[in-house]
């Protein structure tokens, strides 16, 4: 029941979103992900010891979260947001990846999805912009570093892999990421 009326809202022209946005939280590292339609995307991020965070292990080791999580059941609102940080003093030395996935379609005509990442370490800020063309696609968004990477003696960040079933990533990458702003 809940679903039908989510997907009436979709098909509705004359629906107004009053879906509130959740305030994210700050820490040493902030990355958000921002779209404008119902689809269900996914912000990911390999730590340092190369452990996932993504919906479907929202907390890791590490100390970083995925705190914010919108359209993951049912189209809900039109501004989602997705959002992991490290709490201030938490953050580990070492290469952090992003990843954005398309992961579900919510029944729009166009089935493209753009998207805006913002990504705060070492006092930077760091935006990128893209747009997924299918359900699947994920896309790389950039790599970062924070301290000294030799410092942390922790095994290689593992990126999304085809091979594992539970894995977030399509073999099929067809989209990349393009850094609008550095601040």
């Given at each position: 029941?809940?679903?039908?009326?989510?997907l009436?809202?979709?098909?509705?022209?004359?629906?107004?979103?009053?879906?509130?946005?959740?305030?994210?939280?700050?820490?040493?590292?902030?990355?958000?992900?921002?779209?404008?339609?119902?689809n269900?995307?996914?912000l990911?991020?390999?730590?340092?010891?190369?452990?996932?965070?993504?919906?479907?292990?929202?907390?890791?080791?590490?100390?970083?979260?995925?705190?914010?999580?919108?359209?993951?059941e049912?189209?809900?609102?039109?501004?989602?947001?997705?959002?992991?940080?490290?709490?201030?003093?938490?953050?580990?030395?070492?290469?952090?990846?992003?990843?954005?996935?398309?992961?579900?379609?919510?029944?729009?005509?166009?089935?493209?999805?753009?998207?805006?990442?913002?990504?705060?370490?070492?006092?930077?800020?760091?935006?990128?912009?893209?747009?997924?063309?299918?359900?699947?696609?994920?896309?790389?968004?950039?790599?970062?570093?924070?301290?000294?990477?030799?410092?942390?003696?922790?095994?290689?960040?593992?990126?999304?892999?085809?091979?594992?079933?539970?894995?977030?990533?399509?073999?099929?990458?067809?989209?990349?990421?393009?850094?609008?702003?550095?601040?």
């Amino acid at each position: 029941l809940q679903i039908d009326r989510a997907l009436k809202k979709v098909m509705s022209e004359d629906y107004a979103d009053e879906t509130p946005t959740p305030i994210p939280s700050s820490g040493d590292v902030e990355i958000s992900l921002s779209w404008d339609n119902y689809n269900d995307l996914d912000l990911m991020c390999t730590d340092p010891n190369g452990e996932m965070i993504w919906f479907n292990n929202k907390t890791a080791r590490s100390g970083g979260k995925l705190e914010i999580d919108m359209n993951v059941e049912y189209p809900g609102s039109t501004r989602p947001i997705e959002h992991i940080f490290w709490p201030s003093g938490q953050a580990v030395e070492g290469t952090y990846n992003v990843y954005v996935k398309y992961f579900r379609h919510y029944g729009q005509a166009n089935g493209s999805s753009p998207y805006s990442v913002k990504v705060k370490y070492n006092s930077q800020v760091e935006q990128y912009e893209g747009i997924l063309e299918k359900v699947g696609d994920v896309v790389q968004i950039c790599s970062f570093t924070i301290g000294n990477p030799t410092s942390n003696p922790s095994r290689q960040p593992v990126p999304p892999s085809s091979s594992d079933p539970s894995s977030p990533q399509d073999s099929d990458r067809t989209d990349s990421a393009d850094k609008t702003d550095r601040s």
